[in-house]
């Protein structure tokens, strides 16, 4: 056992991980995605999941005026999507276009759902948490979706 720093520590503990993105709407109407590995169920009765995003996000701004995210789990195939949502910003991209993905309504039909994601959470928000530089979200999952047949997205296969 060695002392040493928390980011070296964190990461050898946290393997493997996955990675989801929210899918979450601005004050214009438009669509915005985010990449996020941070996200925890927080909840059995009702079901809840929470994810923590970043003050400085335009996603933040999103989440605090329209009290719902989706959360997508990307496929393998996903791949790219992946990237570009946790590279870009919706502040200079429309990046539901960018990412060229199949979505329908879902049943909230709150939110866009991926056609070919892995796994996809509609929620409600219902509390949040500051937690240093990033906020707590915590939403309560209205309605799951799965694709039995495809493959779950790694962190280290980005
Ligand atoms: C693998 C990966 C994981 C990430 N996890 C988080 C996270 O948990 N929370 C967060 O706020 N940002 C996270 N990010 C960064 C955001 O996805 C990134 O800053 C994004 O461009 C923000 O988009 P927005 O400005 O449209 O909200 C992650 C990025 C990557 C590539």
């Not at 799965?146 to 779950?152: C, E, F, G, T, Y």
């Amino acid at each position: 056992m060695i002392s040493t720093t928390f980011e070296e520590a964190i990461s050898a503990v946290k393997k493997p991980a996955k990675i989801t993105f929210a899918v979450v709407k601005d004050a214009e109407g438009k669509f915005n995605t985010i990449t996020l590995e941070w996200f925890m169920r927080t909840s059995i009765k009702p079901p809840m999941l929470a994810i923590s995003v970043g003050h400085t996000r335009y996603s933040h701004q999103c989440l605090q005026n329209f009290r719902y995210f989706n959360l997508c789990f990307p496929s393998k195939e996903m791949k790219e999507a992946a990237r570009i949502s946790g590279s870009r910003s919706g502040r200079d991209l429309n990046k539901i276009n960018a990412l060229g993905e199949e979505f329908f309504p879902g049943k909230l039909a709150k939110l866009p759902v991926f056609r070919n994601a892995a796994a996809n959470f509609e929620c409600e928000i219902i509390t949040q948490v500051r937690s240093g530089d990033h906020t707590i979200f915590v939403g309560q999952v209205k309605y799951s979706w799965l694709n039995k047949d495809k493959d779950i997205l790694l962190f280290k296969d980005l």
